[in-house]
């Protein structure tokens, strides 16, 4: 019995969802999602409800059910509202700038490291020590974030490197701090 899987997606004004067979498309003010979902799941739309079935109770198809749910969900929360993830860069001489599109990242490396923006998504830089990776796909703004953050992971001695900005990180004593 899933209980993610069977609550109803109550499905806002303003965005309007499309099911075509297993392909879902959901428009909405900030732009337009879509996805293929699993063939054993099926979901239905009556008003603005939308409820998603599974074909039986085979473990992969209970595992889908919520997956699926949560998807559809994700989609629907993106168009009406972006989602964001912020990062901060920890370190003497590291900072951020914004060059068009893109991020020119100095990290401490020989050379400045440049990030190319994916598609569907934004960076905003309210100060050198802060990235904000903003848009409407949560699976690819999480990506992103976890892409920047690999150019400097976070070391445990210093602190130094980039972060999520809700991250803490586990700070080790050195080799003198006995």
Not at 69 to 95: A, D, F, P
Not at 107 to 123: M, N, Q, R
Request: glycine residues 10%; hydrophobic residues 30%; aromatic residues 4%.
């Amino acid at each position: 019995m899933s209980r993610i899987g069977n609550k109803p997606i109550t499905v806002p004004s303003g965005v309007e969802v499309k099911i075509d067979g297993h392909n879902i498309t959901v428009k909405g003010p900030k732009g337009t999602l879509q996805r293929k979902i699993h063939e054993n799941i099926s979901v239905e739309m009556e008003g603005n409800i939308i409820k998603v079935i599974r074909k039986d109770d085979e473990p992969k198809n209970r595992s889908l059910h919520g997956l699926t749910r949560t998807l559809i969900n994700n989609m629907i929360i993106g168009v009406t509202q972006e989602y964001t993830k912020e990062l901060q860069i920890n370190g003497v001489g590291y900072r951020v700038a914004k060059q068009g599109n893109n991020l020119n990242l100095t990290l401490g490396f020989s050379h400045p490291v440049i990030f190319e923006a994916p598609e569907g998504i934004t960076f905003d830089v309210p100060n050198q020590n802060t990235i904000i990776v903003k848009g409407i796909n949560k699976e690819v703004v999480g990506q992103t974030a976890a892409v920047i953050r690999t150019k400097r992971p976070p070391e445990v001695y210093r602190g130094k490197g980039i972060k999520y900005a809700d991250e803490v990180i586990r700070r080790k004593e050195g080799k003198t701090g006995k």
